[in-house]
């Protein structure tokens, strides 16, 4: 846990914002669709890093959690959600032990592969609520600079959520440009069961 801390805590200081501070543009270009979906506004962030989702989503109505291993990333979260005047709650987890114990509307997972987390996250959506996963595929270049553990399979993403009670909504894989990804809204069935 130290470790990957650390890591993190260096990548989230080295800039004023890792990954921009706009919202992703597949969780922008789905949340009207999100709202009409889920059946309640309750959301958590996985591996939240510096809160944008979180933020966007708690602008959004949402009453959000944000999970993250990096102190500077959710610090820098907090200032966000301050400065947007929304209550975002943040928490420092490690998510390699993590197991989500609330219900969530919705669920977002985004540049964050733990694949043991999957199940406990579909376990944790309430009947007919939404999961939004998005994160990098492997290619021949990554396989060279990151552990495999992390990187997705092309197909993966598909063949996981298919075995699970509910309705995939969206499905797509971008294999171009330097960081190829997969993205999936997964919707879980009205009857709740697994």
């Not at 977002?108 to 733990?114: A, E, R, S, V």
């Not at 990151?146 to 294999?175: V, W």
Request: net charge negative; proline share 4%; hydrophobic share 40%.
């Amino acid at each position: 846990m130290e470790m990957d801390r650390i890591k993190w805590n260096e990548r989230f200081m080295s800039e004023d914002s890792f990954l921009g501070e706009r919202p992703s543009p597949f969780l922008s270009r789905e949340i009207e669709r999100i709202k009409a979906l889920v059946p309640g506004r309750d959301a958590v962030d996985i591996a939240c890093g510096e809160g944008r989702n979180s933020v966007f989503l708690a602008q959004h109505g949402f009453r959000v959690v944000g999970l993250d291993i990096s102190d500077i990333g959710l610090a820098k979260g907090r200032d966000r959600a301050q400065a947007q005047s929304v209550h975002v709650e943040f928490r420092r987890v490690d998510l390699d032990e993590y197991r989500i114990e609330e219900k969530y509307d919705l669920i977002l997972n985004f540049n964050f592969l733990q694949r043991k987390l999957i199940s406990s996250e579909v376990a944790s959506l309430n009947p007919g609520g939404v999961l939004l996963f998005d994160t990098i595929m492997a290619s021949e270049e990554l396989l060279q600079l990151h552990n495999p553990d992390y990187l997705l399979q092309p197909g993966e993403l598909n063949s996981i959520f298919s075995a699970y009670d509910g309705d995939i909504l969206y499905s797509d894989e971008s294999r171009s440009g330097d960081m190829p990804t997969a993205r999936i809204l997964f919707r879980k069935s009205i009857t709740g069961s697994e």
